[in-house]
Each structure stands twice: as C-alpha cells, then as structure tokens.
C-alpha cells in the first residue's frame, strides 16, 4: 500500500522560477491537503480541498495554487518560486473533513530556493 | 508543551522512563484531537486521536489526556524506548471556522539508552 506518494522528492530552483509539486494518493480519501514545515515551527497548511472539484485556502497560501485533478491528484504550483519558499512541503489526505479522521501524510519534497 | 521562538521544546530521558509530552490547543469549538510522531526526514505519522467527548483514551504504550476546561492535551508514552525519539505534534481540527487540523510547534522526544 502506497498511501500518500509525492514526488519529487527533492528540488531546487533559482528565484523566479516555476514548479510543480505532485501528489497522489491511493486510499480513496475525499480531502487532501498541502502543508509547509520550516525549522522549529510547527506545520502550516497552504491549501486544501475538502472534496474532489473544490479548493480553499489555508493559513499561508500568498506565492502558491492549487490543482484537485481528480479524487487520487493534488498539486501545488509555484508560480515564481521566492527564498521565503525554502521549506519542506508535506501532502496530506484524510477520509473527509466531516469525518474527523487522521490525516496521512506522504514524506515531503524538500524546496530549497536560491 | 508549546513555546514561541525557533527552538523545539525538548524532552529528554532515560530508556525505560515514561514521557509524557503536552499541548495547548487554541479554540474552544476544536472537537478532535490528534497526536503524530514524525521521524528525521519523514512525514508525520498518526499515533492516537481523542474526541472531545472524552477525557482520555489509551492504545499500545500510549495515552492521551484532554482537559477541556484549560485547553490542554498530553501524551503519554509508557516505558519509553530508543525508537520513541521522535519530533511530536498535536493537532485540533479547527480552523478559522471550518474543521480544519492545524498543528501545534512540536515537542522534541530524545530517549537515551
């Protein structure tokens, strides 16, 4: 059992550069979310969509977008990528928002931007 | 428990002793707790949940305590091992109105042999 894959598994990128972070999970969870871990600080969620087809905003989305590409897919894009973005980012899915189930999270890209 | 700043709270001890790690949530209408374990370069793992219609539940070596009335969770570890090392994060399901987890700093967890 897979549960929540990202890829890539490390990045970097110079200022003003664009990417895309993927991630995929095969446990036919209803939300899914994307989180940032910077040093000594807890998790920050960026966005997140409750169910397939809908998307909202988190506690830091400013730099980044959202794609729910179907119930498996959701990517994060960075459109012009800042040193403020260096971070470990982490994808979640969870049964549904409803629910009140653990989120799953898979093992993080790790950004670093120059 | 939770401090502001840069640097993780740490709880160090001796293999064998019990840990308990604690938190403080932020809302009130929070109704689901959450305890994960993440290991170096690792995503969080989720090792216990508790709602709010309870004041404690236990699993394997785990037990977690809410009390309501200040807002505070802890956790429990039961005759800590080497492989208990670990960052710790609590987790509310509550976020600027919608049943949202939102994380906690996170406690360090360093268990010596």
């Known amino acids: 059992n897979a549960g929540v894959t990202q890829t890539p598994k490390f990045q970097v990128l110079k200022t003003g550069q664009s990417m895309t972070l993927q991630c995929a999970q095969d446990m036919n969870h209803n939300s899914m979310y994307w989180y940032r871990q910077d040093p000594g600080m807890g998790l920050r969620l960026i966005y997140y969509s409750a169910s397939e087809g809908t998307t909202d905003k988190g506690e830091v989305p400013n730099g980044y977008n959202v794609s729910r590409l179907n119930k498996r897919e959701f990517s994060l894009r960075l459109e012009s990528a800042a040193p403020s973005q260096t971070s470990v980012y982490f994808c979640?899915?969870?049964?549904?928002?409803?629910?009140?189930?653990?989120?799953?999270f898979g093992n993080g890209t790790r950004l670093t931007v120059t | 428990g939770e401090s502001v700043g840069l640097h993780l709270p740490t709880l160090s001890v001796q293999e064998g002793d019990n840990s308990i790690i604690n938190c403080a949530y932020s809302?009130?209408?929070?109704?689901?707790f959450i305890w994960y374990k993440q290991e170096s370069g690792k995503g969080p793992q989720f090792i216990i949940d508790?709602?709010?219609?309870?004041d404690k539940r236990q699993g394997q070596r785990v037990t977690v305590l809410l009390n309501k009335t200040v807002k505070h969770l802890s956790l429990q570890i039961a005759a800590t091992q080497p492989g208990d090392s670990a960052v710790y994060f609590c987790a509310e399901n509550y976020l600027g109105g919608s049943y949202i987890p939102t994380f906690g700093r996170g406690t360090s967890l360093i268990v010596h042999p």
């Open positions: 809302n009130s209408a929070s109704d689901y």
């Open positions: 979640a899915s969870s049964a549904g928002e409803a629910t009140n189930s653990p989120l799953h």
């Open positions: 508790i709602r709010s219609n309870m």
